[in-house]
Nanobody, 118 residues
Framework: QVQLVESGGGSVQPGGSLRLSCSAS??????MGWFRQTPGKEREMVAR?????????IYAASVKGRFAISRHNAENTLYLQMNSLKPSDTGVYYC????????????WGQGTQVTVAS
């Protein structure tokens, strides 16, 4: 069973930076990504990278140029570097992982809260 554990959330002022980490217990994923959710809204994709297959990394338009997703293969850890944070980036951030040909949304972590406020 896959376990994803996020860390690195917190409170930061607008313009600040945070780095989220996701430690994964499984391996052989086709892709991993970060999603976020705010109260009353659906969970939205922030960034996704493909581990299997030659597909480009994708970002939500709202974070492109400010966020960077990366993965440390040996440590089986996914990162999200968030720079120039805005209040609209506030939310619970979830790590996601999917196996090749997996039906459904894949596995999720418990989430980590990010709050951007003055």
């Amino acid at each position: 069973q896959v376990q994803l554990v996020e860390s690195g959330g917190g409170s930061v002022q607008p313009g600040g930076s945070l780095r989220l980490s996701c430690s994964a217990s499984g391996s052989g994923f086709a892709s991993m990504g970060w999603f976020r959710q705010t109260p009353g809204k659906e969970r939205e994709m922030v960034a996704r990278l493909w581990i299997i297959g030659n597909r480009p990394t994708i970002y939500a338009a709202s974070v492109k140029g400010r966020f960077a997703i990366s993965r440390h293969n040996a440590e089986n850890t996914l990162y999200l570097q968030m720079n120039s944070l805005k209040p609209s980036d506030t939310g619970v951030y979830y790590c996601n992982a999917k196996y090749p040909f997996e039906v459904g949304s894949g596995s999720w972590g418990q989430g980590t809260q990010v709050t951007v406020a003055s």
